[in-house]
């Protein structure tokens, strides 16, 4: 069974804070995403890698940037937090890059 | 921007009852077409997909209709249990391309 781990279930953080979110899979995919979840937005792609050490833009990757030195990790990295950067965040991998998609169980980050 | 409308965005059924939740789409170049489900505290996780070759897929309960000329695909879910009650997720992409993600409809099902 896949398993995508996120290292935090809840983090809090203050405003301007540089905030790392760390994702790790374990079933060797060549694609991982990250995506945020607010409440009747649904949810939106940040960025996501379909191979080490390259990253795409998502919808919305303003404020936030992204790293995947390993396979089987991809991290988020908030520079400088924002009240407005307060969500869930989803980290995901896949084996083709809009199919098979797996998430992980989400960090709930508030920025207060 | 590619977009998938999703509605209604919260739906209180009775149990035993059916459940739809339809999605719309814009992209006629879309290919994949899966519904996700999320529970309280989870990461949404696939429940069903269909490709615009058939009109309609059936997994259990679950049931995805799919009108094409409407660009238009639903989720049934016939004799709605309380375990039911998550939120669902419709989503479309283009084969090779990321998925666009619908707003999520939020379903209740009460005994």
């Known amino acids: 069974d896949v398993k995508v781990t996120q290292s935090s279930r809840y983090l809090v953080k203050r405003t301007g804070e540089k905030v790392f979110l760390e994702c790790v899979q374990d079933?060797?995919?060549?694609?991982m995403f990250w995506y945020r979840q607010d409440p009747g937005l649904g949810l939106r792609l940040i960025y996501f890698s379909y191979d080490v050490k390259m990253k795409e833009k998502g919808d919305i990757p303003e404020g936030y940037s992204v790293s995947r030195e390993k396979k089987e990790r991809f991290s988020l990295i908030l520079e400088s937090a924002s009240t407005n950067q307060t969500s869930m965040y989803l980290c995901?991998?896949?084996?083709?890059?809009?199919?098979?998609?797996?998430f992980g169980s989400g960090t709930q980050l508030s920025v207060l | 921007q590619q977009q998938v409308k999703q509605s209604p965005q919260s739906l209180i059924v009775q149990k035993g009852g059916i459940s739809i939740i339809n999605c719309a789409y814009e992209n006629t170049a879309f290919d994949y077409f899966p519904w996700y489900q999320q529970f309280p505290g989870k990461g949404p996780a696939l429940l069903i997909a269909?490709?615009?070759?058939?009109s309609e897929k059936k997994e259990g309960r679950f049931t995805i209709s799919f009108n094409k000329s409407a660009k238009q695909f639903s989720l049934h879910i016939m004799d709605s249990q309380p375990g039911d009650s998550a939120t669902y997720f419709c989503?479309?992409?283009?084969?090779?391309?990321?998925?666009?993600f619908g707003t999520g409809t939020r379903l209740t099902i009460i005994p």
């Open positions: 269909i490709r615009p070759d058939v």
């Open positions: 995901a991998s896949s084996p083709w890059p809009g199919q098979g998609i797996h």
């Open positions: 989503a479309a992409s283009i084969t090779g391309e990321k998925l666009t």
């Open positions: 079933m060797d995919h060549e694609n």
